[in-house]
């Protein structure tokens, strides 16, 4: 049985910096902070470190090797933004019972027209057809049917793919509406594709609950942000891919660090390297000043990267999240407003009421960090140990 006491480190619980106090672990459960040491206890030292929650990456695609290359890095959750059940179900099932993979919630299938996104990414990815709803008297079927096969919340895709040199057809209005109401009525969450100000003034009207993209399109409304901020819609900006898309390779440097070298293939060394870059570099300043602007309104932010597979230039799992904090302090964020966006809000914004926090009973999902992110966000990228449910992860590198 688990049963050890980290100690000497400073702590930041998912919300403040709590200083050098202890975290005891018995078997999956974070039993004490600042409590005593218990006789009978391993103790781990972490003078010099800093324990965080694990990790939480708010928007990713993902499979059995990028949940277990996304634990290396300290990501303990990816919340997977669109899926295909028959393969996420039996890696759900897997990520259950493996201390090796980081865990992993999923929307299934979102709601796109047919012949819209992500088809023209996914050309070759051998997916099933998809299922869709062209009237809003279909909608209601569409959402059983998720719910059905394990879906956590509900997504729908509204883009008309300019931004990546395609035109693509549109999702109506009246179905992004339809799946907020049919979705809310089931207790489920509804989070939207929408990368551009008229599209995400759309789905903010329709009532979704929150926006897996920044809109960076051209510079921002305050009307809109007012509007944003009222219905208490989240965002999560995923400028790693946004920086990819309008052709600056963040990804790149990241790829230089030994830190990242040491734990990623070389085809993956590459891709991350790459970028999209289908769309001026101009919006990039766009999409920083909309996220100043939501950020002095009050909205909620999640940090995610829409990291997805081979061929998704600039992305990697795991390592684009602390890149994603990297940006986030770029745009104004402090570093502990930036470690927040990865822990404590994604988990209470997704209703994940077990982990996200270092608190006594929740869920012993840890990461440990040499250095101080809570001042120098480069730090996470110092990761030490990995617990997962109280069980120390292998931060093995890569095959080479």
Do not use: C
């Not at 979102?110 to 099933?128: F, K, S, Y």
């Amino acid at each position: 049985m688990p049963h050890f006491v980290i100690t000497g480190a400073r702590v930041f619980d998912g919300e403040d910096l709590l200083g050098d106090v202890d975290v005891e672990v018995v078997e999956d459960t974070i039993a004490s902070v600042g409590g005593s040491r218990p006789a009978g206890a391993e103790l781990i030292d972490g003078t010099g470190a800093t324990v965080l929650p694990g990790l939480i990456d708010a928007h990713t695609h993902t499979d059995e090797e990028s949940l277990r290359q996304a634990l290396t890095f300290g990501v303990t959750t990816e919340l997977d933004m669109v899926s295909i059940p028959e393969r996420m179900n039996p890696l759900r099932r897997l990520a259950a019972e493996s201390d090796d993979l980081a865990d992993v919630r999923s929307s299934s299938i979102g709601l796109t027209p047919a012949n819209g996104h992500p088809h023209q990414v996914r050309t070759g990815e051998g997916d099933p057809p998809w299922p869709t709803a062209s009237r809003a008297d279909e909608v209601p079927a569409f959402v059983e049917d998720r719910i059905a096969e394990g879906a956590d919340y509900l997504k729908v895709l509204v883009e008309d793919g300019h931004l990546f040199g395609f035109s693509l057809p549109r999702l109506a209005p009246e179905l992004v509406a339809a799946t907020a109401r049919e979705a809310h009525a089931r207790g489920k969450l509804v989070v939207a594709h929408a990368m551009t100000v008229e599209t995400a003034e759309q789905v903010v009207d329709a009532g979704v609950d929150g926006l897996t993209h920044l809109f960076f399109d051209q510079p921002h409304s305050g009307e809109l942000i007012e509007k944003i901020a009222a219905a208490g819609v989240f965002v999560i900006p995923t400028l790693s891919v946004i920086t990819s898309i309008t052709g600056e390779s963040t990804g790149a440097e990241l790829a230089k660090d030994p830190r990242v070298r040491a734990k990623l293939t070389p085809e993956w060394l590459d891709n991350l390297s790459g970028t999209i870059a289908t769309s001026s570099h101009e919006n990039l300043g766009y999409a920083f000043e909309t996220l100043a602007a939501l950020h002095r309104a009050g909205v909620d932010i999640l940090a995610g990267t829409d990291a997805a597979h081979l061929g998704a230039p600039g992305m990697a799992h795991g390592v684009s999240l602390h890149g994603e904090l990297r940006l986030l302090v770029r745009a104004g964020w402090t570093p502990i407003e930036a470690l927040r966006a990865v822990t404590s809000v994604p988990a209470r914004r997704f209703g994940l009421a077990d982990r996200g926090r270092i608190r006594p009973g929740l869920r012993a999902d840890l990461t440990m960090v040499t250095g101080d992110p809570t001042v120098t966000i480069g730090d996470t990228l110092e990761v030490q140990r990995v617990w997962r449910g109280g069980a120390p992860a292998t931060l093995a590198p890569a095959t080479l």
